[in-house]
């Protein structure tokens, strides 16, 4: 090939080659502008706390994650997902793993008719764990039982909810089971709870061999310290323990010991700094000395809870519509504590 002709074709392939990089960016450009999402979604791919830590385990008192290390969550729970089911949307999940550093949502259901227990309500949990599995997020499936005192009142409900969840989400690696939100009322460990539980990690074990399943105790899940002294067989098990800051204080609090000391793994699904109405005034002085015990003992936590409700628990402002994008100045005086605090 003479000099000429092999100058020219190299020429011929670099202004190909220009042509294809013009066209390649002219196409992505407008796919990334129309798509912010995506994105996002790749910047904050060190967010990706499943990706990170994968699947979660219990050892002794801890959480461990894939590695073995031990791992700590930090979630938002959302309100009952049938009165708030707004906010179980992809953006706001996102919105919190990259503004917040929130690494865990807990989708809680209410349990009974009145509390708008339905096929809709199941259908917005499952949509929930989904939006979390596609964000690197863990997923607490939360059968929230509360005005059904006894877990065994809906149990028939609860055999049903929890083998068609542990069906369809056995190969997920992000997804726990809260069995029973809080017992209370004439209910005690030994011959309510823990005879639900048993059954019900049956139900679970069947479909899902792994996922962490979470056992609420007696007195709104408060009594971790009788728990403890009589835990279930099997692995990867876990026992909630619940505060409101300004109602529960040293008392509870030496119940959590207690239990950790009796090698009693623990996990606060649901807490938050106001009393236990779910309002009232914050106590940040207990809130904050709740936090501390809580890192000392490498324990895990959810605050109550993802919602615009007139309520001090409430983590956005009420006056603020938005169901996703929350700024700093859109979050409730809880909210700002929980969500814009290293704790
Ligand atoms: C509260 C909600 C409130 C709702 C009420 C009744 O914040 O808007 O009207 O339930 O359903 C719990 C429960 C949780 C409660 C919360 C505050 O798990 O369902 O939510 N709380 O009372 N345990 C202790 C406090």
């Known amino acids: 090939m003479s000099k000429t002709l092999k100058g020219l074709l190299k020429r011929v392939i670099a202004i190909n080659m220009i042509l294809a990089i013009c066209l390649c960016s002219v196409y992505v450009m407008p796919v990334d502008k129309a798509d912010n999402n995506s994105v996002k979604l790749a910047s904050a791919s060190a967010k990706n706390a499943v990706r990170a830590h994968g699947r979660l385990r219990i050892r002794g008192t801890r959480i461990v994650d894939k590695n073995g290390k031990t791992f700590r969550f930090r979630g938002v729970s959302t309100h009952g997902v049938a009165w708030f089911p707004q906010y179980v949307n992809k953006r706001a999940f996102k919105t919190l793993r990259d503004k917040y550093n929130v690494n865990c949502i807990r989708l809680a259901m209410y349990t009974t008719k009145q509390d708008g227990y339905s096929k809709a309500a199941r259908q917005t949990v499952i949509k929930g764990v989904k939006y979390a599995k596609q964000l690197g997020m863990y997923a607490i499936i939360d059968w929230h039982i509360l005005n059904d005192g006894n877990p065994n009142t809906n149990k028939k409900k609860a055999i049903k909810f929890f083998r068609a969840m542990s069906k369809k989400f056995k190969s997920y690696n992000n997804v726990m089971y809260e069995i029973c939100n809080e017992p209370n009322g004439n209910v005690s460990w030994k011959s309510d709870i823990k005879p639900y539980a048993k059954k019900i990690t049956k ?44 109602t529960h204080k040293d008392w509870n609090r030496q119940k959590l010991t207690t239990a950790v000391k009796k090698g009693l793994p623990v ?23 709740w936090m501390r015990l809580l890192k000392k003992y490498h324990i895990s936590y959810c605050a109550w809870s993802l919602c615009n409700k007139a309520e001090s628990s409430a983590l956005i402002k009420s006056s603020c519509t938005k169901t996703y994008g929350f700024n700093k100045s859109d979050l409730s005086a809880a909210g700002k504590w929980y969500l814009c605090k290293k704790h």
Do not use: M
């Not at 099997?234 to 300004?246: Q, W």
């Not at 009393?275 to 940040?284: M, P, Q, T, V, Y």
């Open 267 to 289: 996990i606060v699904t649901e807490f938050s700094i106001c009393d236990a109405s779910g309002n009232g005034s914050l106590d940040k002085k207990s809130a904050n000395t």
């Open 203 to 246: 139900v679970i074990r069947k479909n899902d061999k792994r996922g962490i399943i979470i056992v609420g105790s007696s007195t709104w899940s408060q009594d971790v310290d009788v728990t403890a002294q009589s835990p279930l067989k099997g692995k990867n098990i876990a026992y909630s323990l619940h505060f409101y800051a300004a």
